[in-house]
């Protein structure tokens, strides 16, 4: 540079990539696979699917005989201090050479690991694609614009209809080969948590493809890629910390799709398959980046896509946060879908809402509370009647304002709340009746257990629908 007409001339300086120059591992004799082409092939040519389904059971069952870490045959001498960015980075090294770049891509994109391991930036001759340089004109930001959603959307393929039971077949095949272990009853011969993240990311690519048409038998498989991506104990020791920020963004995405058209605990087909990923998944789905987690969305470009959204995936993540911190979130959550909301007062959770049968809500309730306590009373009240239910164990007792009764029922694994007043405008049959003011040693042992007063209780509920 010239200062004050005199030329000034700087020190050389050369930039490098700290992440390129470490030393490289030896390969080793890890099992790996010999298929290598791109993530897009698989989708297109059903013959490479084929074989790509093929070397994946062969390297599950390898990988699961030898142990989850590979063992590496390098003589280089290996410092006993090893940096938290060189771990990470032989991680991905080991990685990419088991399943090749595009498929390591695929889980742990290589721009954001050389994030992890750079704190400082060098650059040169910045340039941001949404300016316009002194030889370009406006129209550029239009095809740059164009370009971004064009690779956005080609993130999804696009499979012939006659080829999608083909593609469902393949799928259930890779699920099989990362959720079974290698040798039976033996979890510790389950494939390395890569694997899975890798079949995870596929499903899901099939799932936005719409391989499964109107046919939920895909549920099933999600819920048991997301139970395989739960980390245990091995898994919490062998993966490098970086690792985790990606596992569980995709364990987050995996749920926010199976969540879709489901009910936490409902009782219909497609309800059980989420519930029961749920209660494995949650308190891992909490530790999730939304930012990365939200990179990992699809576009619904394809007809009967499954795929999971923004919002979703957001509600799905302060759910389960919110689960961590309140044992009552679930069900807040559930009733909240049915129009219906709860409130701790005085022991008793009152409902809140607009129902014109007040059995139903107070069973609905009780029934989502005691999910998480054997002991919980509800009372829903509407401009008509109000309508208390209390719960321990097996025992029911119910209270309708208008009826100077207690009814005591017992209950079931498949007799709840619920189920009892799903036909019911009225009190449910088969009940032991007896009069309001009696008192009953049931009625006083539950309301000893319930740490409530149940006969002042009726008495406010009878006395408040008589002054309306």
């Given at each position: 540079?010239?200062?004050?007409?005199?030329?000034?001339?700087?020190?050389?300086?050369?930039?490098?990539?700290?992440?390129?120059?470490?030393?490289?591992?030896?390969?080793?004799?890890?099992?790996?696979?010999?298929?290598?082409?791109?993530?897009?092939?698989?989708?297109?040519?059903?013959?490479?699917?084929?074989?790509?389904?093929?070397?994946?059971?062969?390297?599950?069952?390898?990988?699961?005989?030898?142990?989850?870490?590979?063992?590496s045959t390098s003589t280089t001498p290996v410092s006993s201090h090893v940096e938290p960015g060189d771990r990470w980075a032989d991680y991905l090294e080991e990685c990419e050479q088991a399943l090749g770049a595009s498929l390591s891509g695929l889980i742990f994109p290589r721009k954001r690991a050389r994030d992890h391991n750079t704190a400082t930036h060098w650059s040169i001759d910045d340039v941001d694609e949404g300016e316009v340089t002194?030889?370009?004109?406006?129209?550029?930001?239009?095809?740059?614009?164009?370009?971004?959603?064009?690779?956005?959307?080609?993130?999804?393929p696009k499979i012939r209809p006659d080829q999608r039971a083909k593609y469902r077949r393949f799928a259930e095949r890779w699920v099989a080969a990362v959720t079974e272990p290698t040798v039976e009853d033996d979890w510790s011969t389950l494939p390395p948590i890569h694997l899975r993240m890798v079949v995870t990311r596929l499903y899901l690519t099939l799932l936005a493809a719409g391989a499964w048409h109107k046919d939920d038998s895909w549920r099933s498989d999600l819920r048991w890629l997301a139970w395989s991506l739960v980390p245990d104990d091995d898994v919490l020791d062998e993966l490098p910390a970086e690792a985790f920020d990606h596992l569980y963004a995709l364990l987050a995405v995996a749920m926010a799709t199976l969540r879709q058209g489901t009910q936490l605990h409902g009782g219909r087909q497609e309800d059980l398959p989420f519930t029961v990923a749920w209660a494995d998944a949650s308190e891992w789905v909490a530790e999730a980046d939304l930012s990365l987690a939200e990179e990992l969305l699809l576009p619904a470009t394809?007809?009967?896509?499954?795929?999971?959204?923004?919002?979703?995936?957001?509600?799905?993540?302060?759910?389960?946060?919110?689960?961590?911190?309140?044992?009552?979130?679930?069900?807040?959550?559930?009733?909240?879908?049915?129009?219906?909301?709860?409130?701790?007062?005085?022991?008793?959770?009152?409902?809140?809402?607009?129902?014109?049968?007040?059995?139903?809500?107070?069973?609905?309730?009780?029934?989502?509370?005691?999910?998480?306590d054997d002991a919980a009373a509800a009372l829903a009240r509407n401009p008509r009647y109000a309508v208390l239910i209390a719960v321990v164990d097996r025992k029911m007792l119910l209270v309708d304002s208008r009826m100077a009764v207690w009814r005591l029922y017992s209950l079931s694994g498949t007799r709840t709340p619920l189920s009892m007043t799903i036909e019911c405008s009225g009190p449910p049959p088969h009940a032991r009746t007896l009069p309001l003011g009696s008192q009953l040693p049931e009625v006083n042992d539950l309301g000893a257990r319930l740490n409530l007063d149940l006969f002042a209780i009726a008495t406010e509920m009878r006395s408040f629908i008589a002054c309306s």
């Open positions: 540079m010239d200062v004050a007409g005199e030329r000034l001339e700087s020190a050389a300086v050369f930039i490098t990539d700290s992440s390129r120059c470490r030393p490289r591992q030896d390969p080793n004799d890890a099992p790996r696979l010999s298929w290598s082409g791109e993530v897009g092939e698989l989708f297109t040519d059903p013959l490479l699917a084929q074989r790509f389904t093929n070397e994946l059971g062969r390297l599950a069952e390898q990988v699961g005989l030898r142990g989850r870490t590979p063992s002194e030889d370009e004109d406006e129209d550029v930001l239009d095809g740059v614009a164009r370009d971004e959603e064009e690779n956005s959307a080609t993130q999804v394809q007809p009967f896509a499954w795929v999971a959204t923004s919002k979703e995936l957001r509600e799905t993540i302060r759910l389960a946060e919110e689960a961590r911190q309140d044992p009552y979130a679930e069900a807040r959550a559930t009733l909240a879908e049915a129009g219906l909301a709860i409130e701790l007062q005085e022991g008793v959770w009152r409902v809140e809402g607009d129902f014109a049968n007040a059995y139903r809500a107070a069973a609905r309730a009780v029934t989502e509370l005691t999910r998480i």
